[in-house]
């Protein structure tokens, strides 16, 4: 059974930064395509950046130069640096297999980000 438990969010000033953690247990980590998604207030939940197994990323294109993610598979980890942070990255962000489909269902608690201006 999958569980995913992301942590690291805070508050932060536009401009500022903060890294995000998720452990993954109840998978074989190893070889999943793991992604970040944010769900803001009245907003869809979006896939912010994706890695493969072997380390291959994306990133929507609001993020990119911002933001990098990146995996431990020894230690079932991925992780999100979010750096020059704006008001309108303010969301709940959570770990999850990409697509997101593949856990039936599943997320985690995410955790919270908020950026003031």
């Known amino acids: 059974q999958v569980q995913l438990v992301e942590s690291g969010g805070g508050l932060v000033q536009a401009g500022g930064s903060l890294g995000l953690s998720c452990a993954a247990s109840g998978i074989i980590f190893s070889i999943k395509t793991m992604g970040w998604y944010r769900q803001a207030p009245g907003k869809q939940r979006e896939l912010v950046a994706a890695?493969?197994?072997?380390?291959?990323?994306d990133y929507a294109d609001s993020v990119k130069g911002r933001f990098t993610i990146s995996r431990d598979n020894t230690k079932n980890m991925v992780y999100l640096q979010m750096n020059s942070l704006k008001p309108e990255d303010t969301a709940v962000y959570h770990c999850?297999?990409?697509?997101?489909?593949?856990?039936?269902?599943?997320w985690g608690q995410g955790t919270q980000v908020t950026v003031s201006s």
């Open positions: 999850n297999f990409y697509p997101a489909l593949l856990a039936g269902g599943y």
């Open positions: 890695i493969t197994s072997g380390g291959r990323t």
